[in-house]
């Protein structure tokens, strides 16, 4: 995946997010949803003029709504040079300095991270982490701070200065407490199943994790049949070939097409297949 098409598809995340939230903030019907309705539909050029033909706000929260729009806007553009991430910058950093702790200043930091994270020709990784500490340790709306901590965790995890892989999760599993949205949560645990894998740490803390993550559920499609194997996997290589049996007949019950199941059937048969490294990192 190019560098220009990862950042368009969190967008498209982070857009539909920010439509959603505009239709909430008015009870009457908002002038500003047909342009989120526009970006979030990638037509950029049309929330652009739809946006310019809109009459100006009256009041200064409408005001303050329609700015963070217009800056969205004009972060979806094309093509994205290095000044207009400077403008956007700019105009982000304004809406902060309004000091008020409502949902666009929650937006507004969380957009700056991913801005200094992914956006930039240079990363800047550090000031990314610091807007998500930000966004983590204020009060008020949480919906932003549980979003970051999830960003967060995988620069804690892969890129952020650390003494130890250890350290690494033990950091990351820190966020965990706290987090109030439910696929946030999922999501963390998740991240922290994938490092240990990743690091060839005890199979068991993965495996604790993804069990977690499993519990509160939401999964579907390839992610859904890859966690049922990733546990499978790990209750195998932890000794539980009862709890290994039961998440394999899951995938064959959820996924009946998945090729994995030959190699699951294989093991349980008792036939040779492959196996995770012995040497564990920390062990």
Request: with cysteine.
């Amino acid at each position: 995946m190019s560098r220009h098409v990862l950042p368009r598809l969190l967008l498209g995340l982070f857009l539909l997010v920010g439509f959603a939230t505009a239709q909430a903030w008015a009870e009457e019907p908002d002038p500003l949803a047909g342009v989120w309705q526009k970006v979030s539909n990638y037509l950029t050029k049309e929330a652009l003029l739809e946006l310019e033909d809109l009459p100006q706000p009256g009041d200064a929260t409408s005001q303050r709504e329609h700015d963070f729009c217009a800056v969205v806007v004009q972060l979806d553009q094309r093509p994205l040079s290095e000044a207009r991430l400077d403008d956007v910058e700019a105009r982000l950093k304004a809406l902060l300095n309004a000091g008020l702790n409502d949902e666009i200043d929650g937006a507004s930091r969380y957009l700056l991270g991913r801005i200094a994270q992914i956006y930039r020709v240079n990363s800047n990784l550090t000031l990314a982490a610091g807007y998500y500490r930000e966004l983590i340790q204020r009060a008020g709306p949480g919906h932003w701070a549980d979003i970051a901590r999830v960003k967060l965790a995988v620069l804690i995890l892969y890129a952020l200065p650390a003494a130890s892989i250890a350290e690494r999760v033990d950091q990351t599993e820190a966020l965990i407490p706290g987090t109030t949205d439910p696929v946030a949560v999922r999501d963390l645990h998740r991240v922290v199943a994938r490092s240990v894998m990743f690091y060839n740490l005890s199979p068991a803390i993965a495996l604790r994790h993804l069990l977690a993550a499993d519990k509160i559920g939401g999964l579907t499609g390839a992610l859904g049949a890859d966690q049922l194997v990733q546990v499978g996997e790990l209750a195998w290589d932890t000794g539980d070939e009862k709890l290994a049996n039961k998440y394999y007949q899951r995938l064959r019950d959820e996924y009946p097409r998945d090729p994995r199941i030959f190699l699951m059937d294989q093991r349980i048969a008792g036939n040779p297949v492959p196996k995770r490294s012995e040497k564990l990192n920390g062990g």
